[in-house]
């Protein structure tokens, strides 16, 4: 007979600034595997964790956003080399979601996609404009602030990671709800982030319940825009929408059709977090 | 007279391990050349022989192609832009991680300066493949239309000057949109291109996908005669360049060119003087002036001419000339003895044409190849140096007393790759930009290069681009 080892649990804690905080609110809740089995106990999320989400994003956007892009994408691709390494622990997780291991393998891809763009986003959307005078005119795309995000639910890893590498590959930080119901992945992937050189604060992960949470982002004055790819109540996306109208945010709206998040993605999630800055310059 | 005296900081030369001999890289392998013929690559610095390198014939090429085509056809054509991606950011990788060596390995092979292979050379061509990579699986968003194809098997020569980057330049792209490659690097620095090679099977690159053969210029001929080359990219000499666009017509290859320069760089008399000294001394000096787009001809408003120069040959006075290996050295050795005898015909043409010389004072090393520091004053538009490709450290000054005049002169030449601008007025800036024929316009700054950006000239500099999202171009149907 040999002795069975007993294991080191991990405790799945938010992801707020770079560090790995409690809920301020103490409060935490049951993650269970499809089957029922108990998982962890994940942090209940507060309108006070959203704040300080914020503030965190807020505080990192100048350097972020200031990074050259070269610099962000081989983030990003460090981002992708990381969560190859960690691969079967992913793999694990979003078993227990009831999840295919191909959506890790998708997740690691759509990293190494998102990186690739970096320094070309600017070539694809900008242009030198030929106004009829004597002027310079180029048309920039700068990142658009920060972002508040909802995952969608499943899939858990794909699916987040699919709404927020195209916020920051641009230079936005954002502020993220994972996946309710699966948001295991979502904390792994934290980890996996804070040690791929991306600055503490570029991406926010909170857990917990989207309905509570997202209200306090949805109407939050320093938030830019709001991406509401993973809510399924139409009523609530409806809220949140006239919520971030008060600000005038960006809003990403549900998708109509259910998406296929294993497709290739395609450029209109980085277009929809950027503005376009015109730049006149007198020439002669 | 030296204020400070320096110590010499050499870098070592115990990360690099030198073969005796290497072979042609042919479908994943080294292997020897078909008749056995084999060349020297040395030490521009010293003169020593670094290694023995094969000199690959028509037959050699022809081996080379059908790798290539083979690689074309069954993997590299096929596979999805995604995976292409992958291997394209591995290599970026192992260039990054193997940096010291390279940049070693360059300065030992070329004679330039440890700090620029190290600080510019090594990283840029890491650069160059992790933007091109990107690209890979994206080639729908450049604006070449729906699905842009590869053309097939490209024919690739490079020149001496950034043996490295001249090599990621060719290569990032072409794999990017699905090409393959055999790629012929100079006849004097083969050797980062051979250790490239084996960059390729540490990334387990497909067989084939990318070829090294080794020569001189008949090799490269081969190369650009041989019949199942879909696409033809060179970067060397305008006589050259000339060759091969003869060479092809009539047939379907395609071509694109990167050629000589002979650059103006323009400075009006509001440009901050301190700035745009370095700026001219970086625009000649770097490289030891070995560089396509050098400001080879300094166009200086009459009304700070002097001052200007007197600024200029005092801090031309502070550069440091010899071993490439110190990582003090600015200026480091002419490539080759061919390019020394060049550089000192042209610069005895100069004075024999009525041009003032001037060199710092500065001991030379007494082995290897070395050319001081140059710069001619009252020099007229019909001389030799002011129409003529140096590529070496030889500045030519000119004056002039309007913008126009500025333009005109600038624009008096058949080449069309560089030029520079140095002024305080943003607007004076973009109008003289307007009116210069070339394709890379700096101002108030010199010699800045980047993955994103197009470069590749006007005129007899050449023509197609090479960097940035036009960079594709050349290598899509």
Redesign the interface.
């Known amino acids: 007979m040999h002795e069975v080892r007993v294991a080191v649990r991990k405790t799945y804690k938010l992801y707020i600034g770079g560090a790995f905080p409690r809920s301020e609110s103490g409060r935490t809740y049951q993650v269970t595997s499809t089957d029922g089995a108990f998982l962890a106990n994940a942090a209940l999320g507060s309108r006070k964790d959203a704040r300080d989400a914020v503030i965190a994003a807020r505080k990192a956007f100048p350097g972020w956003s200031g990074a050259t892009a070269y610099n962000r994408g081989q983030i990003l691709y460090r981002v992708a080399e990381m969560l190859e390494a960690r691969r079967a622990q992913f793999e694990a997780e979003v078993a227990a979601a009831g999840e295919s291991p191909d959506t890790v393998t998708e997740s690691i891809d759509r990293w190494v996609w998102y990186a690739g763009w970096a320094d070309k986003i600017a070539q694809v959307c900008g242009a030198a404009n030929p106004v009829a005078g004597p002027y310079f005119n180029l048309s920039v795309p700068e990142p658009t602030g920060v972002v508040a995000v909802i995952a969608p639910s499943t899939p858990s890893l794909l699916g987040l990671v699919s709404v927020v590498a195209p916020a920051i590959v641009a230079g936005n930080t954002v502020v993220v709800i994972a996946s309710e119901r699966h948001p295991l992945p979502a904390i792994t992937l934290a980890e996996v982030l804070a040690t791929s050189d991306l600055p503490g604060g570029v991406v926010n992960v909170l857990t917990g319940r989207p309905a509570e949470i997202a209200p306090w982002l949805a109407t939050h004055a320093d938030v830019n825009a709001l991406d509401l790819s993973g809510v399924v109540d139409p009523q609530l996306a409806t809220d949140l929408e006239r919520d971030a109208a008060g600000t005038l945010k960006r809003v990403i709206r549900p998708a109509a059709t259910p998406v296929d998040w294993a497709a290739e993605p395609g450029f209109d999630r980085i277009r929809a977090l950027l503005e376009t800055k015109t730049v006149w310059h007198p020439r002669g | 007279m030296n204020m400070f005296e320096y110590a010499p900081a050499p870098e070592s030369r115990s990360v690099v391990s030198l073969q005796s001999s290497y072979g042609l890289f042919i479908d994943g392998e080294f292997v020897d050349p078909r008749d056995g013929g084999t060349m020297k690559t040395i030490s521009p610095a010293t003169e020593e022989t670094l290694a023995e390198v094969a000199v690959a014939t028509e037959a050699d090429v022809d081996i080379a192609v059908a790798a290539a085509r083979r690689a074309y056809d069954t993997v590299w054509g096929p596979m999805p832009g995604?995976d292409r991606?992958?291997y394209l950011?591995r290599i970026a990788r192992l260039i990054q991680e193997r940096s010291r060596e390279l940049a070693v390995l360059e300065t030992l092979d070329n004679g330039k300066p440890i700090r620029e292979s190290r600080d510019v050379d090594v990283p840029l061509a890491a650069?160059h493949f992790?933007?091109y990579?990107?690209?890979?699986?994206?080639l729908a968003?450049?604006?070449f239309g729906a699905d842009p194809r590869p053309l097939g098997v490209v024919g690739q020569v490079i020149p001496w000057n950034f043996p490295l980057l001249m090599l990621a330049w060719k290569i990032a792209p072409a794999l990017a949109t699905g090409n393959t490659v055999v790629l012929k690097p100079a006849e004097t620095t083969p050797l980062t291109a051979l250790l490239f090679a084996d960059i390729c099977r540490q990334a387990d690159l497909p067989a084939g996908v990318v070829n090294i053969v080794t020569g001189a210029g008949e090799t490269g001929a081969a190369l650009v005669r041989h019949p199942e080359i879909d696409k033809i990219a060179f970067t060397g000499s305008t006589a050259v360049g000339r060759n091969i666009a003869q060479a092809i017509a009539g047939t379907r290859k395609r071509l694109t060119l990167e050629l000589g320069g002979k650059a103006a760089n323009i400075v009006f008399d509001d440009a901050p003087i301190d700035q745009a000294v370095e700026g001219i001394v970086n625009g000649i000096f770097f490289n030891q002036g070995h560089v396509c787009c050098a400001g080879s001809r300094l166009l200086v408003q009459e009304s700070i001419a002097d001052e200007l120069l007197d600024a200029l040959k005092r801090r031309v006075s502070q550069l440091r000339v010899g071993d490439p290996l110190d990582k003090n050295t600015d200026v480091g050795a002419i490539n080759s003895a061919e390019q020394l005898a060049r550089i000192s015909e042209l610069s005895s043409a100069g004075e024999a044409e009525g041009a003032t010389r001037w060199s710092p004072a500065c001991e030379l090393p007494s082995q290897g190849f070395w050319f001081a520091p140059t710069i001619f004053t009252g020099v007229s538009q019909a001389h030799r140096i002011a129409r003529e490709e140096v590529f070496g450290p030889v500045l030519s000054v000119l004056t002039f007393r309007t913008p126009a005049e500025a333009i005109e002169k600038a624009n008096n030449t058949q080449y069309g790759l560089s030029a520079g601008i140095w002024t305080e007025k943003?607007?004076?800036i973009?109008?003289v930009a307007?009116k210069l024929r070339a394709g890379v316009v700096w101002a108030n700054t010199f010699n800045k290069f980047d993955?994103?950006s197009p470069f590749g000239g006007y005129k007899e500099s050449g023509y197609g681009r090479e960097g940035?999202?036009h960079g594709l171009e050349a290598y899509c149907a």
């Open positions: 995604r991606a992958k950011f650069a992790f933007y990579a990107g690209w890979a699986d994206k968003h450049a604006g943003g607007s004076r973009l109008a307007d993955p994103t940035g999202r």
